[in-house]
DNA sequence: ATGGATTGCGGGTATATGCCCGCGTAAGGC
DNA sequence: GCCTTACGCGGGCATATACCCGCAATCCAT
């Protein structure tokens, strides 16, 4: 008994990093997983919406909303491929000043952990995650 | 470049781990965050409201939401304290009996974790996830 | 080329989660 | 005992996330 499962553990854990990145981040205007995903975006912008989601391993529908969101916030412009049924996503000028921006919060927030658990700590605990 | 921070990895994780428990506890009709959540109540039925989301750290509109679920699936009732202002939450019945059924299959998911990477991974990487 | 299978999306539905506001109750200081 | 302060909640608002359905475009085998 009273042997919380990892799910939990992870969960809550999951819950409280968000909150610490979406502080340090919070400056440039958006949250940890807009920026997340802007990145993701920057890296094969244009890119289509099932291509994105499936790079980084979310729901088709998902990336569809999230990226709504940003684009009201004019930080990603939608576009059509080729193909018709395609929609693409790529980051507006504004978009790329965001990351641009963010970057030095981001690294900070990276290095006030890696100082608080030490380099290798935070290596170890990503190839575990990776693991599961 | 290219280095994901861990909050992302860990979001990532946490997704997987949600899945995978999703689908081992679906069987007798919730998920895991809902199990997870009557496990505590369990603990220490009844409990106010904001005495639970301190303890599962958790914002108290947010366990007021997810306990309203439980509710309407008949899993929780809802009482008042004696405390005029207190709403308190306990398990019924049938509440009781998911938890029961459920214990197996939750356990079943331990294992198999605990059999593909190892108890002593698992118990490092508990520690880590909880000094985060 | 034509009809069936596949693919890509949008929208609907549902849960999880956090923050803020306003209301009503309880507790404390004087 | 009264008034100010603190506390507990519900509801509103917003995001993240997944699954399913139906539509439209594309592809493929015959």
Same mark, same amino acid.
């Given at each position: 008994?009273?042997?919380?499962?990892?799910? %939990?553990?992870?969960?809550?854990?999951?819950?409280?990093?968000?909150?610490?990145?979406?502080?340090?981040?919070?400056?440039?205007?958006?949250?940890?997983?807009?920026?997340?995903?802007?990145?993701?975006?920057?890296?094969?912008?244009?890119? %289509?919406? %099932?291509?994105?989601?499936?790079?980084?391993?979310?729901?088709?529908?998902?990336?569809?909303?999230?990226?709504?969101?940003?684009?009201?916030?004019?930080?990603?412009?939608?576009? #059509?491929?080729?193909?018709?049924?395609?929609? %693409?996503?790529? @980051?507006?000028?504004?978009? +790329?000043?965001?990351?641009?921006?963010?970057?030095? @919060?981001?690294?900070?927030?990276?290095?006030?952990?890696?100082?608080?658990?030490?380099?290798?700590?935070? #290596?170890?605990? +990503?190839?575990?995650?990776?693991?599961?």
């Amino acid at each position: 008994m009273s042997v919380p499962c990892i799910c %939990t553990t992870l969960r809550s854990a999951s819950r409280r990093m968000i909150a610490f990145y979406d502080e340090t981040i919070a400056p440039v205007g958006v949250n940890i997983a807009q920026f997340s995903l802007m990145r993701s975006i920057a890296r094969v912008e244009p890119v %289509t919406l %099932t291509a994105l989601g499936r790079r980084v391993e979310l729901d088709r529908s998902t990336i569809g909303r999230n990226v709504r969101v940003l684009e009201k916030m004019g930080l990603v412009e939608l576009g #059509r491929g080729e193909d018709q049924r395609e929609a %693409t996503v790529a @980051l507006t000028e504004a978009g +790329h000043k965001v990351l641009e921006d963010g970057a030095p @919060l981001w690294d900070g927030a990276q290095k006030a952990l890696d100082d608080r658990l030490g380099v290798e700590f935070m #290596r170890q605990l +990503h190839v575990a995650l990776d693991s599961l």
